[in-house]
């Protein structure tokens, strides 16, 4: 009778030892996973900036090379060609109904 309650008292122990340990397991599995959600928010955040300072850049790079490609096929600007200067009356009338003979 000794060794059965020996026994009972030594099951009971060790079916109490492991509870505690996988409750301990337990534990620390959900506070790992809350870790691992908590970086993973951070890393979408950083991301979000990283991905935000890329479309800016390739948006920079893409305006300079259509304005290149603008100077390139437009060529060189011109200037306007300036003739003598003229006093009043003297170039095309301006206005409805001036300079128009009838």
């Known amino acids: ?3 059965l309650l020996i026994g009972g ?7 109490w030892i ?4 996988v409750d301990s397991g337990r534990e620390i599995l959900v506070a790992a996973g809350a870790a691992a ?3 993973a928010e951070e890393a979408r955040r ?10 800016d850049l390739v948006a920079e790079a893409r305006a300079r090379w259509e304005s290149a490609k603008k100077r390139r096929t437009e060529g060189p600007a011109k200037e ?6 003229k006093g009043p009356g003297e170039g095309p009338a301006k ?3 001036k300079g128009i003979d009838t």
């Not at 008292?9 to 079916?15: L, S, T």
């Open 9 to 15: 008292a030594v099951g009971f122990a060790a079916g």
């Open 46 to 55: 950083l991301w979000g900036f990283e991905r935000e300072y890329f479309e």
């Open 37 to 39: 959600y908590g970086a």
């Open 18 to 21: 492991a509870r505690a340990t």
């Open 95 to 97: 206005g409805p109904g």
């Open 1 to 3: 009778m000794k060794k």
């Open 80 to 85: 306007p060609a300036k003739g003598p200067a």
